[in-house]
């Protein structure tokens, strides 16, 4: 009798395993796919210099590949989609460039010093999660020109130089910073990839599908959503330090622009928030376009953005990747 009802589980077990197997395998192919997503860019930017004399244009790519992976933190994994993200961008800018003037540190520590900034920043910017959707985008969008109106006050010139900008001529150094900007990078997707296959990034994506089923389930919520959003705030402040480093001269309407936000969330949806992959890929394809029409062009570019935001909306929500899983997924059917 034993031996039939063991005869009877096998199949059952063999199945578990097997699914188990299965299961095991595709992780291991996501984790591959994405650690290629980590060696291969960080690669083609720290080769792209020899063959691509425009040195600063590619440190700028760099720099909206950072704020497109910080937008993916904050909105691929937890919802909350950041109008004000140029807020923290801003901050690192100022908080490192005037760190590098009052304090004399090196320039590759200011861009630390940035990232605390815009950790700063958002932690001041943090009792806005009690809005959601909509108001909360319009809540970051007004907190962040409120930093701007601050920063750029004539009667804060003796601190931030008001109106006037700043002034990083004397820490110019192209080499160095384009060399920061490679490790920038790579700290950003080793970042995000931590944020994919921990389980820190699966309570975040609990939070976003549902808070209350995640807070029931017992993840904190505050404190992982908190985390996220520190995490997308520090990336962004060391990307303004960088900028502001790499520009050398800017003024406050170049740091807390709103099109940095626009920007930031454009290219993180075109290429697919939730994944690696995507962000980075639509930095460098929207980027490269418009560094080819945008800046001559500016009208026609504006227009090009356009379409792309209704046709994302219309018929590809899940940007480039979830265009290429769909694809995938359809001939894989046929072939079967």
Do not use: C
């Amino acid at each position: 009798m034993s031996d039939i009802v063991a005869a009877q589980q096998e199949p059952s077990t063999s199945r578990r395993s097997l699914a188990g197997l299965i299961s095991t395998t595709l992780s291991d192919r996501k984790k591959l796919i994405d650690l290629l997503g980590i060696v291969l860019p960080v690669l083609f930017f720290a080769l792209a210099v020899q063959f691509y004399n425009n040195e600063l244009l590619l440190v700028y790519m760099m720099v909206y590949v950072v704020l497109a992976q910080g937008i993916n933190v904050s909105y691929g994994f937890t919802g909350y989609l950041p109008f004000g993200y140029f807020g923290f961008f801003g901050a690192g800018a100022y908080a490192g460039s005037l760190a590098i003037l009052d304090f004399h540190i090196p320039a590759v520590l200011g861009v630390v010093v940035g990232g605390l900034g815009g950790v700063i920043v958002g932690a001041i910017f943090m009792p806005l999660f009690r809005l959601k959707g909509a108001y909360f985008a319009i809540a970051t969008l007004a907190g962040a020109e409120a930093l701007a109106d601050i920063v750029s006050n004539p009667s804060l010139g003796s601190i931030t130089n008001g109106t006037l900008g700043i002034n990083l001529a004397g820490v110019y150094s192209s080499g160095q910073f384009y060399v920061t900007a490679v490790v920038l990078i790579a700290i950003a997707l080793i970042t995000v990839y931590y944020v994919r296959h921990s389980k820190f990034g699966m309570s975040l994506l609990a939070i976003r599908e549902d808070a209350y089923s995640a807070a029931m389930a017992g993840v904190n919520v505050v404190r992982q959503r908190s985390i996220a959003w520190l995490i997308a705030a520090g990336l962004a402040g060391m990307a303004g330090a960088l900028f502001g480093w790499a520009t050398s001269v800017f003024y406050p309407t170049a740091v807390f622009s709103s099109a940095i936000s626009v920007f930031a969330i454009v290219f993180a949806l075109f290429g697919g928030t939730g994944s690696l992959w995507g962000p980075t890929l639509g930095a460098i394809i929207l980027y490269a376009v418009y560094s080819a029409v945008g800046i001559s062009n500016p009208q026609y570019f504006e227009l090009i953005y356009g379409v792309i935001i209704v046709l994302l909306v219309l018929f590809v929500p899940r940007g480039l990747v979830g265009l290429g899983k769909s694809l995938a997924t359809r001939f894989s059917t046929k072939d079967n």
